[in-house]
């Protein structure tokens, strides 16, 4: 009989809005720049098609309802920025799915901040090298609870262009602001898109994009994050 070399570390999961429910994060998927605005910022254009990377599951940091979780600064950088996103978190999946099947897999919406080693990524991106390292770290995934799908007012049509006000600040100072109707990609055909690379699955974290504003966080410095009708989300970096 197989047992493990040593016991193996527990899954992670995020806790669902109202309930005593854990979800169970298998993966995390990133869309860039799926707002034309930050697009622009970034230097692309305004409608191609949405690119991904990913975050271990283990990037993860929940954020209960109201109370400041305190973070590390991140080794191995000197301009560490946020990105602020709404996240889909998936209860079914599949492979080259449309956008209405799509949208069908989500379960619930997060708020969700894709913390960035700045100066990494713009290093590897000059070099031609992959950018694992400037997206993947440890506890670059900050979370909110998962609010379930029936309980925000967010997909608006078949495909899932959404309504709401995305925001963040720091230190009481708004950095990004902007609405999720901007989103170039629709939450269901950002999933459709997606299930064209992976075979999609229950558990999965679809991080959908960041308006623009992206920018530096310091030590010390207080970051709040929300999205109109999904929830909020408070940390610090020590």
Same mark, same amino acid.
């Given at each position: 009989m197989s047992s493990f070399t040593f016991p193996p570390p527990a899954r992670p999961a995020v806790p669902v809005e109202g309930t005593s429910a854990l979800f169970p994060v298998r993966r995390i998927l990133c869309v860039g720049r799926n707002y034309a605005a930050h697009a622009r910022e970034m230097g692309a254009d305004e409608r191609d098609l949405p690119f991904f990377f990913s975050?271990?599951?283990?990037? *993860? *940091?929940? +954020?209960?309802?109201?109370?400041? *979780?305190? =973070?590390?600064?991140?080794?191995?950088?000197?301009? =560490?920025?946020?990105?602020?996103e709404l996240v889909a978190a998936l209860s079914s999946g599949g492979s080259n799915l449309t956008p209405e099947q799509g949208l069908a897999a989500v379960y619930g919406y997060a708020v969700g901040v894709d913390l960035t080693r700045r100066? =990494? @990524?713009?290093?590897?991106?000059?070099?031609?090298?992959?950018?694992? $390292?400037?997206?993947?770290?440890? =506890?670059?995934?900050?979370?909110?609870?998962?609010?379930?799908?029936?309980? +925000?007012? &967010?997909? @608006?049509?078949?495909?899932?262009?959404? %309504?709401?006000?995305?925001? #963040?600040?720091?230190?009481?100072?708004?950095? !990004?602001?902007? !609405? &999720?109707?901007?989103?170039?990609?629709?939450?269901?055909?950002?999933? $459709? !898109?997606?299930?064209? #690379?992976?075979? #999609? $699955?229950?558990?999965?974290?679809?991080?959908?994009?960041?308006? %623009?504003? *992206?920018?530096?966080? %310091?030590?010390?410095?207080?970051?709040?994050?929300g999205i109109e009708g999904v929830g909020e989300l408070l940390f610090k970096l020590l």
């Open positions: 975050k271990p599951a283990d990037a *993860v *940091v929940i +954020c209960p309802p109201g109370q400041s *979780v305190t =973070l590390p600064y991140p080794s191995a950088t000197s301009d =560490l920025h946020h990105e602020v100066d =990494l @990524q713009n290093g590897f991106k000059a070099k031609g090298h992959p950018w694992d $390292a400037a997206k993947g770290f440890d =506890l670059s995934a900050p979370i909110s609870p998962i609010r379930r799908k029936a309980n +925000c007012p &967010l997909a @608006q049509d078949a495909i899932g262009q959404a %309504e709401g006000k995305i925001w #963040l600040t720091i230190d009481g100072q708004t950095r !990004q602001d902007g !609405q &999720l109707v901007d989103m170039i990609w629709s939450i269901g055909e950002t999933i $459709a !898109q997606a299930s064209r #690379l992976w075979t #999609l $699955a229950a558990g999965d974290l679809i991080f959908t994009g960041t308006p %623009e504003g *992206v920018g530096p966080i %310091e030590r010390d410095e207080i970051v709040k994050a």
